[in-house]
């Protein structure tokens, strides 16, 4: 069979990082051989498959057995990656039976780079019309992330703000975001609308459609009316690569098939290059597991060389924190986090047995309008299979913003490129809506006050306002995770304000037939308090509150 060269880099890289650890430095003892390693060098066929599982019960038995599920289900099927003959062995002997999706994902690798060469000669020779906003022809790396995010903001710097987020990943990255709204250097209390992209570093089109979008917007505002609107009345929020350490990995270093973060042993940073040695490849930590809603529960293993390993323990990843800073410090009420595959729009609950949320109706009208863009199915997230710790278990469980995980494509984590301009713009039933409509959709349902809450009022002009909250998450087993909101906005020049709002109650308390406040305050620039109160809003109501203490001393 034949093998990409990437893949043969991976051996000179495990051993240049091991002159670069050098001999006095502390590393770990060897790993025990990696039955996926050992495939690649036994020249093992590396295989998608279409596990037979009939019953949820099958679905439960086929999560033990700690395979590589690729995030494609149906009522009777899981996909899965097997990694040479031990995989396939291990199937045999638990009884499943199966078909072949892809019969070497390898060789397909090669195969996606010739369509893609032949992609881009198409769009610049003018023969293939579909282009993206952005122009692209080819999967970005991670410097062409960090080159375009700063491009756009050098571009549009009444329109997009850049930040950083507050940790850096393990390998040491600065992770990096765009918000995008007009005078968006006014802290002025519109909602946010989140999307971000590449939580498991072989999902490119996750990083590409997030990244597209923001082009998008930027290009058609003043152009076409519904982006103006939007634009003028929420805040979009990108981060297009959650995962630096591992894209970097998949995309640049070799190990295209790379999922998780760079953890290789828990509590401790890796060294320079660790992640990259074969040995390793296998480690990490899935983000998408690693968030405190019912961390530690069904669908994330406890094993760290299994692809839905959960870590140590709750937000133990700086990359997972990352997201859940962004969302405390915003009043997002609109989450998609981009995923592949499996052509489908995810909303919570993630796992059967935690029952419908409070907010079915609304949440599954929001997705089923976007589903029927892009022509995936509308669905709950256990549907695909169990998970939790996923980032809408903690976000919507804790803020009540409605989020979804959008999982893009048919049968493949990263195809030609040519397939992201068609999850973009749609093809065959979809053509000229698909994900670009379904994302137009989640931002207008932003904007719509019915979706969320709005606290108005009057206080002085220039003072801080801030929305706060302090309470427990609870993972699976019980064991309380502090958290907390805390989002600002400042009282306009008129001395009337406008914030909308999640409702102050989360839904977790709503099902517990309970009721919760914000705690605001209106403060002085340098951080005095001059007035603190509590709000009680629920989602769809407006309620006034006058800072009238706050104006007589500001």
């Avoid at 029927?372 to 009540?400: I, P, R």
């Avoid at 606290?455 to 502090?482: E, Q």
């Avoid at 705690?519 to 603190?532: A, D």
């Avoid at 509150?545 to 706050?550: R, Y």
Wanted: aromatic letters at 8%; a neutral charge; hydrophobic letters at 35%.
């Amino acid at each position: 069979m034949f093998h990409p060269a990437r893949w043969h880099r991976l051996v000179p890289l495990a051993l240049a990082a091991a002159v670069a650890v050098g001999a006095g430095s502390q590393v770990q003892a060897a790993a025990p051989p990696d039955h996926k390693v050992q495939a690649y060098q036994n020249a093992e066929l590396i295989q998608l498959l279409r596990i037979h599982t009939p019953t949820a019960a099958d679905k439960k038995r086929l999560t033990t057995l700690d395979l590589d599920q690729a995030e494609s289900a149906g009522k009777d099927f899981v996909d899965v990656v097997a990694y040479g003959n031990q995989d396939r062995r291990l199937l045999t002997l638990a009884g499943f039976k199966w078909s072949v999706l892809e019969d070497d994902l390898v060789g397909a690798d090669k195969e996606r780079e010739a369509a893609d060469a032949a992609y881009a000669r198409g769009v610049q020779t003018k023969a293939i019309k579909a282009v993206l906003p952005s122009g692209r022809t080819a999967y970005r790396t991670l410097a062409d992330y960090t080159n375009d995010l700063a491009a756009l903001a050098a571009q549009y710097p009444t329109k997009v703000k850049s930040f950083t987020l507050k940790n850096t990943s393990l390998e040491g990255r600065t992770i990096r975001g765009i918000e995008v709204s007009h005078n968006v250097n006014t802290n002025d209390g519109k909602p946010v609308f989140l999307m971000v992209g590449l939580h498991h570093a072989r999902e490119w089109p996750s990083g590409e459609l997030t990244m597209e979008f923001a082009y998008d917007l930027l290009k058609n505002d003043g152009v076409d009316p519904r982006i103006t609107n939007i634009l003028e009345k929420s805040r979009v929020i990108f981060v297009p690569v959650v995962n630096p350490d591992g894209f970097n990995l998949s995309r640049t270093l070799g190990y295209e098939m790379k999922r998780k973060n760079c953890r290789i042993t828990n509590g401790q940073l890796p060294t320079t290059g660790q992640c990259a040695q074969s040995a390793n490849q296998s480690r990490g930590t899935d983000l998408n597991r690693n968030y405190a809603g019912f961390w530690g529960g069904p669908g994330a293993s406890t094993s760290l060389t299994s692809e839905t390993y959960r870590g140590a323990s709750a937000f133990s990843e700086p990359e997972s924190r990352n997201i859940q800073s962004l969302v405390s410090a915003n009043q997002v009420t609109t989450l998609i986090t981009n995923h592949t595959y499996s052509n489908l729009v995810l909303r919570e609950p993630g796992y059967a047995g935690a029952g419908n949320t409070p907010d079915e109706a609304l949440y599954k009208s929001l997705g089923d309008q976007m589903a029927a863009q892009n022509g995936y199915d509308s669905q709950f997230g256990y549907e695909l299979y169990d998970t939790t710790g996923t980032t809408e278990d903690w976000s919507y469980y804790a803020t009540g913003g409605l989020g979804f995980t959008f999982e893009h494509g048919a049968n493949s984590f990263h195809p030609a490129f040519s397939n992201v301009v068609n999850y973009y713009y749609g093809s065959g039933s979809t053509a000229g809506k698909g994900n670009r409509e379904a994302y137009l959709i989640a931002a207008e349902s932003t904007i719509n006050a019915a979706r969320h809450s709005v606290i108005t009022g009057t206080g002085p002009a220039g003072a801080v306002l801030r929305l706060k909250k302090s309470f427990n998450t609870k993972t699976w087993n019980g064991t309380n995770i502090p958290d907390m909101l805390d989002t600002t906005m400042v009282v306009p020049a008129g001395g009337s304000y406008t914030w909308h709002t999640n409702p102050s109650t989360r839904p977790i308390v709503v099902q517990q037939g309970g009721t919760e406040s914000w705690t605001m305050t209106c403060e002085r620039p340098t951080g005095q308090v001059l007035e603190t109160r509590q709000v009680t809003v629920a989602r769809g109501a407006s309620v006034t509150a006058n800072l009238t203490t706050c104006a007589a001393t500001f």
